[in-house]
């Protein structure tokens, strides 16, 4: 069976990973884990690598998560302006309510 993958449909990469992925746990360590994958799903992850990406990296860049820094720009300089004032005022008033608490 084989289906083309696309960042943008979550669908076709959750049918991919339930039906070609097989976890085994292996040995863990500094944060990595050891899976065993078909030769097929091998060669479709192989075929969306690019040059410079681990294998990781393609998984992660598969299935859709962000980098925060892929969201720089996303609100004009008011709007930004006025979160990072609201979210202050939202700060400055639980700073005050907690001070009240702990006395």
């Not at 998984?59 to 302006?81: C, H, P, Q, T, W």
């Not at 004032?85 to 005050?96: G, L, Y």
């Amino acid at each position: 069976m084989f289906f083309t993958l696309s960042r943008d449909n979550q669908s076709n990469l959750k049918m991919f990973l339930d039906k070609f992925i097989k976890y085994t746990y292996i040995h863990g360590s500094m944060g990595t884990k050891t899976i065993s994958i078909s030769e097929d799903a091998y060669d479709i992850l192989k075929a969306k690598k690019e040059s410079s990406e681990s294998f990781s990296e393609v998984i992660v860049r598969m299935s859709g998560k962000k980098n925060l820094s892929s969201f720089y720009g996303a609100l004009s300089k008011e709007s930004a302006d006025a979160l990072e004032k609201a979210v202050a005022e939202i700060r400055k008033k639980h700073s005050s309510a907690h001070a009240k608490r702990i006395r």
